[in-house]
């Protein structure tokens, strides 16, 4: 499958990665990735040169990793140092190393040409680390289906009062329209619910009870990040979609990576504006969150064996598909320049 590889992925919560090796996938690469005894965090192309033994099976020895097959020991940078028993070195001993940065307590990591790795590239949250906001630590879901399925879920708003029915959503949502704006490497699916009761979640951490008005914004960037601003305020006290950071709102990340074509891992958190000092309700709060996802997690895996079940499945197009679609086509123009780049 082909993959956008100039963009920043994350690999795994940089809390999760010390004084030993572990191996990553993404798209369909495979990394080893460690601390070095300063703290930073490598990633290097999990696979020795001289038989493609992993790396990830050998030792980590003060900054260097040694092969556990015949011990060629490579730096940070990927170079061999050491073939034991050989004093020349092939100039070609070499492993790849990705351009790295940590971001919201993810390690990301650069796919393409490490030339145009630029950390100002990676997924923005304004919010994150903002005063008002608290922001907390998610969870990573592993789900066996392709990423662009997830990327299809998270741009649509309609599945909500069907699928979360104890989390999301309400009844309410089933027959209001959603509405679509397209920018050049971003797309917003959004729509208000307004005069209705609150989503269980708000109602339960928000200790809303009457109507509210509440709203669902996708804020979708290329080729697969996710904000999905949620929120709502007592009904008729926010005309102004402009002014919602005034009701009880929340933006939850899902940071996907592909793993293979029928294996995407969601990384997610949230950052919220209310309850921002009652950090004893972020493990409760995470847990509902989780549920959510997990609800979503197990239709998206009977989809994709049912798709691989009927290879000659055409989807219907409905009204609700417009946005995934586009930002199907997003995606694929992405990768088609990127080839065209290649070829040049
Ligand atoms: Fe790594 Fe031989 S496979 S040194």
């Known amino acids: 499958m082909k993959y956008v590889k100039d963009a920043w992925y994350p690999v795994v919560w940089a809390d999760r990665i010390g004084r030993e090796l572990s191996r990553h996938v993404v798209l369909e690469q495979p ?51 050491r073939i034991p028993g050989q004093e020349i070195i092939p100039a070609n001993a070499t492993v ?59 741009l649509d708003p309609a599945h909500v009062t069907f699928v979360h029915t104890t989390t999301l959503g309400t009844p309410a949502g089933a027959t209001v329209p959603v509405n679509n704006e397209y920018g050049d490497d971003a797309i917003t699916v959004w729509r208000w619910i307004r005069g209705a009761q609150a989503i269980p979640l708000f109602a339960k951490y928000g200790k809303l009870s009457g109507a509210v008005d509440r709203w669902h914004y996708y804020n979708y960037t290329t080729p697969c990040f996710f904000a999905i601003d949620m929120g709502s305020c007592v009904s008729g006290t926010i005309p102004d979609a402009a002014d919602r950071h005034e009701g009880i709102q929340m933006h939850a990340c899902h940071l996907l990576t592909p793993v293979d074509e029928r294996t995407v ?77 290649a070829d040049r």
Request: glycine share 6%.
């Open 31 to 81: 990394l080893v990735l460690f601390r070095r005894e300063d703290g930073r965090i490598v990633a290097l192309q999990d696979a020795c040169p001289h038989r493609l033994a992993p790396l990830s099976l050998g030792k980590l020895k003060g900054d260097t990793v040694e092969c556990g097959y015949h011990g060629m020991t490579f730096d940070c940078a990927g170079k061999c140092v």
């Open 96 to 154: 790849a190393a990705y351009p790295l940065e940590v971001k919201y307590g993810l390690v990301w990591v650069w796919m393409g040409d490490a030339a145009a790795a630029d950390a100002a590239k990676i997924f923005q949250l304004d919010q994150y680390g903002a005063e008002g906001w608290h922001a907390v630590q998610g969870q990573t879901l592993r789900i066996e289906c392709n990423y662009l399925s997830l990327c299809d879920n998270l």
């Open 265 to 341: 891992l969601q990384h997610w958190f949230h950052v919220r504006n209310f309850r921002i000092d009652e950090h004893d309700i972020d493990a409760e709060l995470t847990a509902d969150l989780d549920k959510a996802f997990q609800e979503d997690k197990v239709i998206l895996e009977r989809i994709q064996r049912e798709e691989e079940r009927n290879a000659d499945y055409k989807r219907i197009v409905l009204g609700i598909d417009a946005a995934p679609r586009k930002m199907r086509r997003m995606v694929d123009r992405l990768i088609e320049r990127e080839s065209a780049g």
